[in-house]
């Protein structure tokens, strides 16, 4: 049986690459081999390599792994932490289509103000 790879759009491919690079230079920042990322991490060395490609058919898990091992865990909850499109779709259904509603107000029937 043959695996299905992941095929995703050039935007977020090109984001995933980005990611992989960072987490490379991360990680050469820090002088540490990916033999030992990898035994930290418990993974294998080619599927951290395969992290540092942006590789999309590695689970996020792995990702989560290393970032925990390069100490870049404060950064995963950044993740659409500000979701402006999202804010902005929700705000446009909450636009006011009726006037609401009068409370503690007598109407008076008799037209006389007050």
Known sequence: MMKKSAILLPKAQKAVTILG???RLARLRRKYSSQ???ER???SRPTLLSVEK???SVSIGAYVKVLFVLGLEKDIPDVAKDDEL???LQDAKLAIKQRAPKTGFKKNTDGSKG
Do not use: C, K, L
């Open 41 to 43: 991490a418990n993974i």
């Open 54 to 56: 942006g590789n999309p």
């Open 21 to 23: 690079e960072n987490i």
């Open 86 to 88: 999202g804010r902005r």
């Open 36 to 38: 030992q990322v990898a």
